[in-house]
């Protein structure tokens, strides 16, 4: 299937100068979404995942059914505050400013293989925030999926540490 055509592009969202890359379209047709998440649950399960660790909120739309699928543990990782128990957090850079994510303390026991999985890749700091959690939890990351990768943007390159893969690859400026 092309699932690249359930992806709309919406120019200056949130603000002028993004090209936002909008889900909804996928994720409203059941043989798309359906399709994308075999694509991602194969690249988890070739990892060997003991884990699958999704990223705030769009993350959570496609780890979680990913950890059904295979049958392991589901772990979220959230923007700082929402997480109730024993907490870790990581502070990292945004375009402006800096934002914080959290993952419980207990949420993966070391050794343990963790897959990242968000919906989009762009400069790939959010995700490198994701797997220093998963190390200071003496986890180790075993792999990151994402839906789309925003290529241009150095993602790929700033995560050069993990193996990184990408169901769609579309060019950015
Ligand atoms: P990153 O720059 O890789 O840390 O991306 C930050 C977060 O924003 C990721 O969770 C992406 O899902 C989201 N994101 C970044 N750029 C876009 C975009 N152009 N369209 C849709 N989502 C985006």
Request: hydrophobic content about 50%.
């Amino acid at each position: 299937m092309e699932l690249a055509r359930f992806i709309r592009s919406i120019p200056d969202f949130p603000r002028p100068g993004i090209l936002f890359r909008d889900i909804t379209p996928l994720l409203g047709d059941p043989g798309a979404f359906r399709s994308a998440l075999d694509a991602l649950t194969a690249l988890a399960r070739d990892s060997g995942a003991g884990a699958i660790v999704g990223i705030e909120s769009r993350g959570f739309l496609f780890g979680a059914p990913i950890a059904d699928r295979l049958g392991l543990p589901f772990v979220p990782v959230r923007k700082e505050g929402k997480l109730p128990a024993a907490r870790l957090t990581v502070e990292y850079a945004l375009e402006y400013g800096e934002s914080r994510l959290d993952i419980h303390q207990d949420a993966l026991a070391p050794g343990t293989a963790a897959y990242i999985v968000d919906d989009v890749l762009a400069t790939g700091g959010t995700a490198l925030a994701t797997a220093k959690l998963v190390e200071l939890l003496g986890a180790r990351v075993c792999g990151m999926g994402f839906l789309i990768e925003l290529a241009g943007l150095g993602g790929r390159e700033r995560l050069g540490a993990y193996a990184v893969e990408a169901v769609l690859r579309f060019e950015e400026a």
